[in-house]
C-alpha cells in the first residue's frame, strides 16, 4: 500500500512550502536548511509520483495536483493534532496571522464586521487586510501575499479553489428626470454601460 511508503514529515514540510510558496520562507519557518527543506519536496514527488509545484519567474506556483495534496494532508494533519491534543485532555487553541483580500465595499461593509466577531472569539488570531479589485487579489493568492480573498469576478486560475459564500445585491440609483431622458430601464449589458456614472471603474 502507498500508506506503507509514507512519511509524515513530509506533508508537514510540504504544507509549510504550499503556505508560504517559498522553500527558504519554508526553511526559516521550520528552523531546517533550505536544501533540506527541497530534498523532502523532492522526496514526496518521487513518492507520489507527480510534480507539486512549478518554478516561474523565481517564484514557486503550486500544481493543480499540489492543491489536491494540500487540501487533504492539511485535514489529516488537523485531525491528527485535535486527536492528541484531546488524548492529552486539552483544547486546540486557534492562533496565527492570516492574510485576507478583498472587494472595497464588500470588506466594509461585511467582511471587517465579520473578521471583527471572529477576532473576538479568537483573539490570539491576527488578520493583515487587504482592500481592491479582484484582478489584484488574483495575483497576490498566486504568489503567496495573500492566504484568502474574496472576489467578484468568475474568471480565475485553476489552481486557485473557489467556494459560493455570498450573494451580493447592487442597487442602481437614478432620478426621475434622468430615466425619462435615457428611456425605460432594459436589463442588457449595453444599456446599463450606456449610463452616466457618478463613479464608473472599468472591470
Known sequence: MLIDHLNLN???????VYRTKS??????????TQSGVS??????????EVKLFDRIKQRLLPTAEASLVYRHSTRGLQEMEQALIALKGGEA?????????MPLEFGQNVGLPTFAKFAAKYPKVRFKFVLGFSSSMMSMLMDGTLDLAFIDDIKH?????TQKVYDEVLELCAGIDYLKKVGAPKNTKAYYESLDYIEYQEG
Not at 10 to 16: A, N
Open 10 to 16: 513530509h506533508f508537514r514540510i510540504f504544507e509549510v
Open 23 to 32: 522553500m527558504t520562507a519554508a526553511a526559516k519557518e521550520l528552523h531546517m
Open 39 to 48: 530534498q523532502h519536496m523532492k522526496s514526496l514527488e518521487t513518492m507520489l
Open 93 to 101: 487553541e486557534i492562533a496565527g496571522t492570516v492574510s485576507v483580500g
Open 157 to 161: 486560475e485553476r489552481r486557485i479553489l
